[in-house]
């Protein structure tokens, strides 16, 4: 018979991995307002995640140019994925080759931060989803779980559907529909119990 400590049991009720972070309609930070952000590690320590629905002002070409790589065949939009180190880039991927530094997120999904995936997007080999995001999002040990017990957000199991292949501006609404929620006034003051 195994024994728990109540840390252990609150550690295996609240893991927020494969997760996607969804804000309430009346989300006060403006960084977040309407935000989905997949969560891509959480553990004791805290989480880190990425905003997957909000657009920077840059394309893949013109960053794959600074890089001096050639540009991608799929061009897109940059994603702002929160507002620490923002001059860090992430690629998320539906790949299982292994690159230097990556973390599995699900058996689907890959969190990339080497260069050495972007030579492989750049060369036209690379035939899988991708998303470059630029910085992260990032909670310290019990934060998450107390904007969460706050009410800040709604969580939902990740779906790549919505990461690869849904608009940028409609997939907080997508995400929404995850949990059955389709009239957003509905939910307005809202969250977890």
Not at 49 to 66: M, S, W, Y
Not at 98 to 124: F, G, M, P, R, W
Not at 171 to 180: E, N, R, S
Request: charged share 20%; hydrophobic share 40%; proline share 3%.
């Amino acid at each position: 018979m195994a024994i728990f400590t109540w840390q252990q049991i609150e550690t295996k009720i609240m893991n927020f991995n494969q997760q996607f972070l969804i804000a309430l309609p009346d989300m006060q930070d403006p960084r977040f307002k309407q935000s989905v952000i997949l969560i891509c590690q959480h553990h004791a320590n805290g989480a880190m995640g990425l905003v997957i629905n909000h657009e920077l002002k840059l394309q893949t070409d013109e960053i794959f140019a600074d890089l001096q790589l050639d540009p991608p065949a799929k061009n897109q939009q940059a994603l702002d994925g929160g507002p620490l180190s923002q001059n860090s880039g992430f690629i998320l991927h539906t790949s299982s080759k292994k690159y230097k530094s990556s973390i599995k997120i699900t058996n689907k999904l890959t969190l990339t931060t080497s260069k050495d995936i972007l030579q492989e997007i750049a060369s036209q080999s690379f035939k899988h989803d991708w998303q470059f995001v630029l910085g992260y999002s990032g909670w310290v040990s019990n934060q998450l779980e107390d904007e969460i017990a706050q009410n800040t957000w709604l969580t939902a199991p990740l779906n790549d559907e919505i990461i690869f292949h849904t608009e940028n501006k409609d997939k907080w609404q997508k995400a929404l529909a995850l949990l059955g929620i389709h009239d957003i006034n509905s939910i307005a003051g809202a969250g977890h119990a």
